[in-house]
């Protein structure tokens, strides 16, 4: 999660999350580049004191700053489509989770073997034990099993929310009338948080979602008392 | 005495000659600091993490402290 000064991405759990932080890193080779170039220049334009009067058109330098742009979008761009074909693969998830967003919640059913369904609210900042994060902490977490690949689909009841967990690279919207799929697989346990990423009303920054990473058999043991109860 | 002829055409263009040369040199120097300090040291970061890592070991680590909703300490009762 993030803390306090945080500037970049959040250290990644799933390796999807992995590869798009690889990426940032090189588009901003590029940005950098661009940047450094072009502010150099433009700083050198406060001391210029010469001009050419008779000066119509350069066709190099014209030909020089179409193809350098047109080849630095290709360095861009072949990472690029590669990371977003990766984050497309079909795979077999051994776990479906349905989550539904509400004014202002978010509903999770896991209904593969036991029909286990939940709200998820906030914790009020009233209510937050010492150690708890305020507007990030929930009553009922969602529980997943590491090491697993997991789907989730995502729908809504009232408005459009979006469903996000930075740390695993995951952001969908949760559209009324409409299921959209997300795929991931954590590679480390731990606590992952969200926040509701699509305006949908007045405690849209009050929904917050926390995944809980557990062990497969944690999460199986999990899951039957949850059923059962 | 003869000086030089001072150089009286060009003084633009060579201007802009120069000033290009130096900001390709900054630029790539610019990415060149960033690839050192930045990027190749995270990817290392990574590397050296996940090589020996025992996810199982850092989960009952994690549950010990308390910190899990679905799972309780070892000698906690459920």
Redo the contacts between chains.
Sequence with gaps: MPTWGHLGLQD?ASPLM?QL??FH??A??VL???T??VG??MS?LFF?T???RFLLEGQTIEIVWTVLPALILIFIALPSLRLLYLLDEVNNPSVTLKTIGHQWYWSYEYSDFLQVEFDSYMIPSNELPEDGFRLLDVD??T?LP??TQIRVLISAADVIHSWTVPALGVKADAIPGRLNQVSFLM?????FYGQCSEICGANHSFMPIVI?S??VN??L??IS?SSEA | MVIAKPVMRGLLTAQIKKHIIISGILSFAAVGVWKTMVQNPRKQLYADFYKEYDAMAEFDRIRNLGLFQSCRPDGEEE
Excluded: A
Excluded at chain 1, 187 to 191: E, H, M, Q
């Design positions: 990644s992995e932080i690889f890193d090189h901003m080779v950098i580049l661009i450094t170039l150099y220049m050198t210029n010469f001009t050419n009922n977490r529980v590491m090491n590679n480390r346990p731990g606590l809980e557990v062990s944690s999460f043991n999990w008392s």
